[in-house]
C-alpha cells in the first residue's frame, strides 16, 4: 500500500488533455467491458464529453503522481462561493490498481480543498468497485439514483452516462476545520 503523502496532484497543460483523456477513457473502458463485454458505441466517456468537462468553467484538471510517475487523473469543479464542489471524473490508470493510490489521491485532492463543505460525483450502476470506494473507503453517501424513469436533469437525454443510463449520485458533507 502507498502512503498518502506519496501521491501529489500535478495540474495538467492544456496540451497533456489528449493523452489524459485517452488515458481516462481506457480506464473506465475497463469496466464497461467487463460489464457489457464491448464499447459498441465508442469510448466512454466520449470524445465530446472529454473535452467539456476538461474545458468547463472552474474545472481543474490534474494528473494524479506517485513516485514520481503519473498514475491517473481527476477532473474537479470548484465553486469557491457555495464550496459545493464535483470531482467530475477521477481515474487511477490500467495497471496501477491494488496499491493504494485512488484513496491516497482522493486524500490529496481533500487537502487541496480544504474549504470544501460539500463534493459531489456520480458513477455508473453496475461499478461496484466505484460504489465501494466512494462510499466505503472516501465516506460518501449515495443521495440520488438517476435512470431513464428518473432522469438526472443536467442530462435529461441520458447522454454521458453508461450504456443503459443508470447511475448514482454520491455527495459526501466535509466538516469546517
Known amino acids: 500500500m502507498v502512503d498518502d503523502q506519496s501521491v501529489t496532484l500535478e495540474l ?3 496540451r497533456d488533455w489528449p493523452e489524459f483523456g485517452r488515458q481516462l477513457q481506457e480506464a473506465f473502458a ?3 467491458i467487463e460489464q457489457f463485454g464491448t464499447l459498441s458505441d465508442g469510448p466512454i466517456p466520449s470524445d465530446d464529453d472529454v ?6 468553467p472552474g474545472a481543474v484538471v490534474y494528473h494524479v503522481v506517485a513516485g514520481g510517475t ?3 487523473g481527476a477532473v474537479v469543479t470548484i465553486d469557491p462561493v ?3 464542489n ?9 495497471g496501477a490498481h491494488g496499491r493504494g493510490l485512488g484513496l491516497a489521491a482522493w486524500r490529496a485532492i481533500e487537502r487541496r480543498y480544504p474549504q470544501t463543505r460539500v463534493w459531489q460525483t456520480h458513477t455508473p450502476y453496475f461499478e461496484r468497485r466505484n460504489i465501494h470506494f ?8 449515495i443521495v440520488e439514483y438517476y435512470s431513464d424513469r428518473h432522469p438526472d436533469p443536467h442530462h435529461p437525454d441520458g447522454d454521458g452516462g453508461p450504456p443503459d443510463g443508470g447511475f448514482f449520485k454520491f455527495e459526501k458533507q466535509v466538516m469546517p476545520a
Do not use: H, P, Q
Open 134 to 141: 466512494y462510499v466505503n473507503k472516501c465516506g460518501f453517501k
Open 51 to 56: 473535452r467539456r468537462s476538461l474545458a468547463a
Open 70 to 72: 503519473r498514475v491517473g
Open 86 to 94: 464535483s470531482l467530475d471524473f477521477f481515474f487511477i490508470a490500467v
Open 30 to 32: 475497463v469496466a464497461v
Open 12 to 14: 495538467a497543460a492544456e
Open 82 to 84: 457555495t464550496k459545493c
